[in-house]
């Protein structure tokens, strides 16, 4: 990733005061986001719901 | 010859405080010692609670007891609130961070007559560390003081491994509780998700942190967990292995993450020792630790990312280098990686229920490798995820770690056992059963 790309990204981010201050950390932390979204395993099928699924509290079974 | 009291076992020492043979505060006063002791070699403790400890015990001499916590010290990891203590996560982001109530564990604790000598080391944020850069010193391991003790609960692990204080809770988000117990050569529990109260505790990540014991043996880690939680599980820790059924987890140290042989080793001995004495040990396989790894990674980063954000962008010279880098990821994951995360989370969890179908416990390694040198980061770091814990953090199931010998250089080596879903009961009965053969329980460094 450019310099420049990654000031963006940096600055989108709101951490101006890192980029400024601890520039090598902020690059750093762009590229281990990187590299752990290629390794993440993406689905393409709509039908695979995420854990936790959402859900509203269950009514407690009547006695 | 009589026996120093920081010596004894929370159950040892339960069973004299019941029958009046050791007062709390004799025992407190003997664990206060030995922190006098051996805390300059080991910076396990942030701050030492001498007084409040001791107008507590001394109360305690004073009723009857009240179970098997009354009087026992319990170290408290500095995440996690004591009423009138300051919970300084091990950071100078919150040095004056004083807390006016109990975390629930804390008082669940209390209110069974637990006394709260001392606030623990930590890794900065239960994430930074070791960190040589923070207003509090790493701690370091009891078997050998040149190497990490593990983390984040670092100060837990090497307390109770030294004899300081009999119990110390942790926190487990990737496996922080788990991890010093395995470098720290003691018992670590990382119980069933939302089984123990987080309010009062200083999150890392929502949906991955657990609140959990570290002590000497198996049976001190169920009693503590009875506190934790007002349920009983010590019912089934006498059953033996008879009948049980044990998936030992290859993959992940095999082929996953090739583990040092003599922790691999070590992982043989105990499956064949198991299948020795009455339990069934088949292979079963699980998802590769790797995407378990980059799920809770994520997850971990965004929700930390949402609890850090402010610091990050307001004061970001106030984290200690390692804690500043562990965090900022977390502030480029998308909304969509951790949707997709949470996606696979559902995948990986349903792989381990069906593990469950088969087999009654895992067996499985927790670190990979013995303990690396504390000063040496490019190994500290090489090292650190190389572990089995996280996995377990993701789906959310108990987990025990326990000693399972020593490397050939002195350091403990470790395995884990992992039961289905609220049943902590089954896990300790398959852990004292290991326990009791192993050969090392209640095996302490020699410092």
Redesign the interface.
């Known amino acids: 990733m450019d310099e420049n790309t990654a000031e963006t990204?940096a600055l989108a981010?709101?951490?101006?005061?890192?980029w400024a201050?601890?520039r090598d950390?902020?690059l750093?932390?762009?590229a281990?986001?990187?590299a752990?979204?290629g390794?993440?395993?993406?689905?393409r099928n709509p039908a695979?719901?995420?854990?936790?699924?959402w859900s509203l509290p269950k009514p407690e079974p009547k006695a | 010859m009589s026996t120093a009291p920081w010596t004894l076992t929370l159950a040892e020492a339960s069973a004299r405080i019941a029958d009046g043979a050791l007062k709390p505060s004799t025992l407190l006063r003997s664990c206060l010692e030995r922190v006098a002791e051996v805390e300059p070699r080991l910076n396990a403790c942030i701050r030492i609670l001498e007084q409040p400890a001791l107008a507590a015990a001394e109360a305690l001499d004073r009723e009857t007891p009240r179970g098997p916590l009354h009087g026992i010290p319990v170290g408290i990891k500095d995440i996690i609130d004591i009423a009138g203590e300051i919970t300084t996560c091990h950071s100078a982001q919150l040095l004056d961070n004083r807390k006016a109530e109990d975390a629930i564990v804390v008082a669940r604790l209390r209110a069974a007559g637990a006394v709260f000598p001392a606030k623990l080391s930590t890794h900065e944020f239960a994430i930074g560390g070791p960190a040589f850069d923070l207003p509090f010193p790493p701690a370091r391991n009891p078997w050998n003081t040149g190497h990490h003790p593990g983390g984040s609960s670092s100060g837990s692990g090497a307390s109770v491994a030294a004899g300081m204080f009999p119990a110390a809770l942790g926190t487990d988000t990737g496996g922080s509780v788990r991890h010093p117990a395995s470098h720290c050569g003691i018992v670590g529990l990382k119980p069933t998700y939302d089984l123990v109260p987080r309010a009062g505790v200083f999150p890392l990540a929502f949906t991955l942190d657990h609140v959990g014991p570290l002590t000497r043996t198996v049976e001190d880690s169920a009693i503590m967990l009875e506190a934790m939680t007002g349920n009983a599980y010590r019912g089934e820790i006498a059953g033996g292995l008879s009948g049980l059924r044990i998936g030992y987890v290859r993959n992940f140290h095999e082929k996953d993450q090739p583990a040092h042989p003599e922790m691999a080793a070590s992982l043989d001995a105990a499956a064949a020792l198991l299948a020795a004495h009455g339990a069934t040990v088949r292979d079963i396989a699980l998802p590769s630790l790797n995407d378990f790894a980059v799920v809770n990674r994520t997850l971990l980063g965004a929700e930390s990312a949402s609890i850090h954000e402010f610091w990050l962008r307001e004061a970001p010279e106030k984290y200690a280098g390692v804690t500043r880098r562990r965090l900022l990821p977390g502030m480029f994951v998308t909304g969509a990686d951790v949707v997709q995360a949470q996606r696979h989370r559902a995948k990986l969890l349903a792989a381990v229920q069906a593990a469950f179908e088969e087999v009654d416990i895992l067996l499985c390694a927790s670190s990979m490798d013995p303990a690396a040198r504390i000063d040496d980061v490019p190994e500290v770091e090489r090292t650190y995820p190389r572990q089995a814990r996280t996995a377990f953090n993701v789906t959310g199931h108990p987990a025990i770690t326990l000693m399972s010998g020593l490397s050939s250089g002195g350091l403990p080596l470790s395995v884990q056992f992992v039961a289905p879903a609220w049943r902590e009961a089954l896990l300790f009965r398959a852990a004292a059963g290991y326990e009791a053969l192993a050969g090392f329980k209640g095996m302490r460094p020699p410092l």
């Open positions: 990204l981010a709101g951490l101006h005061k890192a201050n601890h950390d902020v750093a932390a762009l281990t986001q990187q752990q979204r390794r993440l395993p993406r689905t695979d719901e995420p854990a936790p699924a």
